[in-house]
């Protein structure tokens, strides 16, 4: 079953923030972050790999609540080279799932000077 | 990061006929994954492309629709056969590496007349 991702959408100012949410049905795994581009291929951004684990990448960082299975995306100071959509994959617990990534719908995000 | 390469980037094809992607990843990957993103989705699954023996394909795609190989670890191909309209999407290959992060290849952009 398809993660779900909050906003669909979401416009910003550049130096506003952002924050894009991840949520599952099923036991994670892992959490894999994904931007792209109109006409381009997914870029990946970062990945979790334990409950409660939050990463940073420059001014982008994401938390993982393994018991909620839930990730969210945080994007600080938000400049004109954030837009686009970003996908959330998610890896559900369990030897067959291995490797196999579902995904969410997207969440685009636009920023304007 | 990894490096991986698709070719063809894009074709148009006509209705009926097949088209064969091929996929080049560098060493570091261990495993390599095709999926599909239809215009204006999410990206889905297809199949994980095993070394030297049969894809494993995921629910609602078939061997005979979407024959996959992978005849040593670096490359691999899936072939879109007997196309129709609806085929029309991007196809991307991915390599994850041991630690778990999976890159994209930049893509196939398939338009079927």
């Known amino acids: 079953q398809q993660p779900v991702q909050s906003p669909q959408a979401v416009i910003l100012r550049e130096g506003e923030d952002a924050v894009i949410n991840c949520s599952s049905s099923?036991?994670?795994?892992?959490v894999h972050w994904y931007r792209q581009k109109h006409g381009e291929a997914p870029v990946f951004l970062m990945i979790?790999?334990?409950?409660?684990e939050q990463k940073g990448h420059e001014k982008i960082s994401a938390s993982f609540n393994e018991k909620k299975q839930q990730s969210s995306l945080y994007l600080t100071a938000s400049q004109l080279s954030y837009s686009g959509t970003y996908f959330c994959?998610?890896?559900?617990?369990?030897?067959?799932?291995?490797?196999?990534?579902?995904f969410g719908q997207g969440t685009i995000l636009t920023v304007h000077p | 990061s990894a490096v991986i390469s698709q070719k063809p980037s894009r074709d148009i094809c006509q209705r009926g006929t097949s088209l064969t992607i091929q996929c080049q990843v560098d060493?570091?990957?261990?495993?390599m994954f095709w999926y599909r993103q239809q215009p204006g989705q999410s990206l889905t699954l297809i199949a994980t492309?095993?070394?030297?023996?049969?894809?494993?394909?995921e629910s609602g795609f078939v061997i005979d629709k979407f024959p996959i190989s992978r005849p040593n670890l670096t490359f691999s191909t899936l072939t879109v056969s007997n196309m129709s309209p609806e085929d029309s999407s991007i196809y991307l290959c991915?390599?994850?590496?041991?630690?778990?992060?999976?890159?994209f290849g930049p893509g196939t952009r398939l338009l079927v007349l």
């Open positions: 979790l790999l334990k409950g409660g």
């Open positions: 994959g998610t890896e559900a617990a369990g030897g067959t799932s291995y490797g196999k990534l579902t």
């Open positions: 991915s390599g994850r590496l041991a630690g778990g992060t999976q890159y």
């Open positions: 060493s570091q990957v261990t495993m």
């Open positions: 492309a095993n070394q030297g023996s049969e894809a494993t394909y």
């Open positions: 099923k036991a994670l795994y892992s």
